[in-house]
C-alpha cells in the first residue's frame, strides 16, 4: 500500500472513530441505556418492563447481536425507527419507544447512534413479549394512533433565539425527550401538548420491595408549582452533580443523572437550564383549597415530624434540609412521588452521583410509614402543599392508601 494510501485510511479510520465517539455522547444524551438495561443485566441487551394503564411493555435488545439485536438493521431501518417509529420488520413500534421525539434528530445524529450502537457488544438475549391487553396487542392498531397523534418532522432551529436556546431545546425535545415523562397523557396515551407539555406526568415504577407504585414527575416549566424558584445554575447543578440549593436527585431522576446528564458537557447542561426557564409556565388547572380544619391538622403533624429540620417557615437550611418553599415536588398535581418520599423517604442510587453530592449537608430524611396514619399523613402532605405560598390538590387518606 502506498504512503498515501496509508494516509487515506488513516484518515477514514479517525472519522470512523469520531463518529462512534459522537454517537457514544448522544446516546448518553438520550439516556438509551436506563431504558434498553435491567439491573444487573447487559449493557443495552433490554428487558427493561414498563407498566402502562395498556399493560406491560419490554424494551428491546439494542446491542449489536445480529439476530435479537440491531446488528443486523441498516442506516435506514434504524432511521424508520427513530423518526416514523417503524422497526426492521415494517411493524409499529409502540410510543413507549419516544420516536416522537426522536423524530426530530438531525440526520449526522441517526448516523452517529447508529455507528455508535453497532459497536455495541453483542448479547443475544430475546427480549420477553410484551404483555398488553386486547386491543392494545395489536400493532396495526398503531398506524391510526399515529394518524392522530405523531407528527413526523427535524427540529427547527428558531432564529430569533440564541444558539445557547436551540442547543437547549434540541437536547430537551429531541434527545433528552423530556417530554415522555414531564407532559400529561391522554386516555390513548398520547402526551398532552400546548398549555400542558411538561406539566408533570404519571407514570409507574418498581420500588425497592419489587412492588409497582405510581410516581408523578414535576412541572418542568417555570411556575410557581414547577422550578419556578429553581435559577437557571440550581438547574445546571442538579443535572451535572444531582444536587442543588434546591434538592438532591431521587427516584426516577437517579438513573437519568447517573447515565445521562452528569456526563454532559457544563455548556450543554446550562443550555437545558437556559430553555427549560423559558418555556411558558404551565399548570394543570385549579383545584379545591384545603379546609382549614385539615391544614391545622397538618400544621401540627408538620411541626412535630418536620418543622426541625425543615424550620416553621418551610425554607430549610444548608446544613439540615431543603427548602420547601416553592418545591417542585410538593406540588406536583398527582401527588403520589411525594407521598412516597414522605412514607419511605427517598429513594437514592447506590451509586453517588458526584462528589457534591456527598458534600450536600442535609440530614437524611427518615421513612414516616410506621409513624403516620392514612389521615395524618394526608393532612401533613396537604398542608405543604399548600402552606408558605405554596398550592397544589389536597391530599386524601385514600390517595396516602393506594402508596402504602
Avoid at 76 to 92: K, N, P, S, V, Y
Avoid at 251 to 280: C, F, H, Q, W
Avoid at 355 to 381: G, N, T, V
Wanted: aromatic content about 10%; glycine content about 8%.
Amino acid at each position: 500500500m502506498t504512503a498515501v494510501a496509508w494516509s487515506a485510511l488513516a484518515v477514514a479510520n479517525a472519522a470512523a472513530d469520531d463518529l462512534v465517539a459522537r454517537g457514544r455522547y448522544l446516546a448518553r444524551a438520550g439516556d438509551c441505556i436506563s431504558c434498553h438495561t435491567k439491573i444487573d443485566g447487559e449493557p443495552y441487551a433490554g428487558g427493561v418492563s414498563f407498566t402502562t394503564a395498556f399493560g406491560v411493555i419490554y424494551s428491546t435488545n439494542i446491542t449489536s447481536d445480529q439476530k435479537y439485536g440491531i446488528g443486523a438493521w441498516t442506516l435506514a431501518e434504524f432511521t424508520a425507527a427513530l423518526r416514523q417509529g417503524i422497526g426492521a420488520d415494517g411493524q409499529h413500534l409502540y410510543p413507549v419507544f419516544p420516536y416522537s421525539a426522536f423524530t426530530k434528530l438531525a440526520d449526522s445524529d441517526v448516523a452517529a447512534l447508529f455507528a455508535y450502537f453497532q459497536t455495541v457488544a453483542p448479547v443475544s438475549t430475546a427480549a420477553p413479549k410484551n404483555a398488553l391487553h386486547f386491543p392494545f396487542d395489536q400493532r396495526r392498531l398503531m398506524g391510526a394512533w399515529k394518524t392522530l397523534f405523531f407528527d413526523e418532522g427535524r427540529f427547527q432551529a428558531d432564529t430569533a433565539k440564541s444558539p445557547q436556546w436551540n442547543r437547549g431545546a434540541y437536547l430537551v425535545e429531541a434527545l433528552g425527550h423530556c417530554s415522555a415523562c414531564h407532559s400529561p397523557r391522554n386516555l390513548l396515551g398520547a402526551e398532552k401538548g400546548a398549555q400542558l407539555a411538561y406539566s408533570g406526568g404519571t407514570y409507574y415504577d418498581e420500588d425497592e420491595d419489587g412492588r409497582i407504585v405510581e410516581q408523578a414527575s414535576v412541572n418542568l416549566t417555570p411556575s410557581a408549582g414547577g422550578l419556578g424558584a429553581w435559577s437557571e445554575k440550581d438547574i445546571a447543578d442538579y443535572l451535572k452533580t444531582g444536587a442543588s440549593s434546591r434538592t438532591r436527585v431521587m427516584g426516577a431522576m437517579n438513573a437519568v443523572i447517573l447515565n445521562s446528564t452528569r456526563y454532559l458537557t457544563d455548556e450543554d447542561d446550562a443550555a437545558i437550564a437556559v430553555y427549560l426557564k423559558s418555556l411558558p409556565a404551565a399548570s394543570q388547572g385549579t383545584h379545591a383549597k384545603p379546609d382549614p380544619r385539615t391544614l391545622r391538622a397538618g400544621a401540627l403533624q408538620f411541626d412535630i415530624h418536620c418543622g426541625t429540620c425543615h424550620l416553621p417557615t418551610g425554607l430549610g437550611s444548608p446544613n439540615t434540609a431543603p427548602p420547601l418553599v416553592g418545591s417542585a415536588i410538593a406540588q406536583t398535581t398527582n401527588p403520589a412521588s411525594f407521598i412516597n418520599l414522605v412514607l419511605y423517604g427517598p429513594q437514592h442510587s447506590v451509586e453517588k452521583p458526584s462528589q457534591q453530592w456527598r458534600m450536600k449537608a442535609w440530614r437524611e430524611m427518615p421513612a414516616f410509614d410506621q409513624q403516620l396514619s392514612d389521615d395524618d399523613a394526608a393532612a401533613l402532605l396537604t398542608y405543604v402543599r399548600n402552606a408558605w405560598g405554596n398550592s397544589a390538590p389536597p391530599v386524601t387518606a385514600r390517595d396516602v392508601e393506594a402508596q402504602r
